[in-house]
């Protein structure tokens, strides 16, 4: 069994300019968990409080999440963001946040994800991600590492240590922009490659994803959709999409990488379409593979024409 | 010879934040005249004043370029358009504009244009486009439109009257979200098709192009560069290579028009190396089917590894 996922489970309520959701989970692991399932058994690392629903470990447990490496914590309360989404739908206001027990979570990987070949480290403090990592007694065949803004302006020191021993970056073109300080992407992603990851996914939302290698690029559009009804968690579900394939195949070459950043693409596609992870308990196989043939369909050109 | 070219030919005097053009030639036509010739002769309408500079005409007229529809004005001068770019080289202000021959344009369409199969009316005001479109006396095999937001705004009911004529309507996303009412560019381009184009390119600068038609969509990536020294032009130079590639393959099928899209991004992707023309004039076949391997490169993945 492959695949370690590390990251937040959560609480998030949810406002957007077409509607508002109660207190649903969320959390970047649960997010990454729910889709990368449908490609690899996932071993799960995170921390929830005793007031997280029984019945969401139970049906993640269903789909072959191994939860051993859940610590919960029954009198304390799990994450819980709330953010609001502007018309636009690719920025939003952070409205609360409560750590909980997130703000002294200390992974535990547990004896059984030993030997893990490829590791998602989740959008999570650095040094959580770090101390993952530096408990792993054998190095993994691949490690992802998602992150954000945030932890650029305050661990800055402790991401670049990460940095140094991950293989693939996946960050936003802000993000990109302000940890390179180059405005152009194509400088950025040279810059940021320097700093330790051999391969960087730049995400721009409704305008796609670039995989950057070396002097190798490769782009990936999002779906145009008619509705985006709520952007929470696309990120993490590419990640779990792009993860998941490659634990799948076991394939890490950059060929590979680029069919695994179009099955991401896919995933969030559907991310987006409801409130939370609802979507993506719903959809089936054959609606990922219609998904993946439309992908096909909006790329494809015959160049032997010109 | 199957292509006729609409548009301005100008001077334009541009600022960016890394640099500064004297006045140099620009102008619609000419960037779809200098783009398009690559693939197709051309025969150009527009109007110049006498201190339009005799060597572009005999430039142009070198590549194929027919110039009879081109009205010289000796005593009045040519269209002045100056503009500075902000640092997201996406969106600009306009700091002069000297109309001079352009104001009182009435473009007449010589005999030998006539039985033309293809036309691009670039960016002008739609009661000239329309004028050219009623002088024809063969309606052509497509019609290929490019506006602006500017007539949006001064001359909309002359630009409904325009898009019920023509095929192909090329505009940006701002624009097309402004002609439509609708923020979801999938809405948009429904409701625009209503209006008149069977298909509708919408262009999204550095995150590339879609193409709608019916319930088809094709998506084209902006090559990732590391420096946009110019983009002006960009749009016009998109609309040469995609309107050339038609001309060229005779061919109006939309998977043909896919890969249209694909030789215009592929062009404006040279556009913008360097000031106004320039880059465009230097560039040769094989500079140009190099490009079109990158694109090649850019978007291609392999399904089957899923």
Excluded at 98 to 120: A, I, R
Aim: proline content about 4%.
């Amino acid at each position: 069994m492959s695949l370690i996922v590390v990251g937040s489970m959560a609480f998030d309520a949810i406002e957007t300019p077409f509607g508002k959701s109660d207190k649903i989970v969320g959390g970047a692991a649960t997010f990454i968990a729910w889709c990368a399932s449908n490609f690899t058994p996932v071993k799960q690392i995170s921390v929830v409080g005793g007031d997280f629903p029984q019945e969401e470990l139970e049906a993640l447990a269903a789909r072959k999440v191994s939860l051993e490496g859940v610590q919960i914590k029954k009198d304390e309360k799990t994450f819980f963001w709330s953010g609001r989404y502007h018309m636009d739908m690719n920025t939003r206001d952070t409205l609360e946040t409560q750590l909980n027990v997130l703000g002294d979570f200390k992974p535990v990987v547990p004896d059984s994800y030993q030997d893990c070949e490829f590791l998602m480290l989740g959008n999570l403090a650095p040094s959580v991600q770090l101390s993952v990592i530096e408990q792993l007694k054998t190095k993994p065949k691949l490690i992802v590492l998602d992150t954000m803004n945030f932890w650029m302006e305050v661990a800055l020191d402790d991401l670049k240590k990460v940095l140094a021993k991950i293989d693939v970056l996946m960050i936003n073109d802000s993000e990109a922009r302000q940890l390179s300080g180059d405005y152009s992407l194509v400088k950025a992603a040279a810059t940021i490659m320097k700093m330790g990851p051999k391969y960087l996914v730049i995400k721009k939302g409704e305008h796609g994803a670039l995989l950057f290698h070396g002097n190798q690029v490769f782009f990936a559009p999002a779906l145009p959709l008619e509705e985006v009804f709520d952007p929470t968690g696309a990120g993490d579900t590419f990640a779990g999409g792009f993860i998941g394939h490659i634990a799948k195949t076991k394939d890490i070459s950059f060929e590979n990488m680029k069919t695994a950043i179009i099955v991401g693409s896919a995933m969030a596609s559907f991310s987006v379409e409801k409130f939370g992870t609802q979507r993506l308990r719903e959809i089936t196989r054959a609606d990922i593979d219609a998904r993946l043939q439309e992908f096909v369909a909006l790329v494809n050109f015959d160049i032997a024409l010109v």
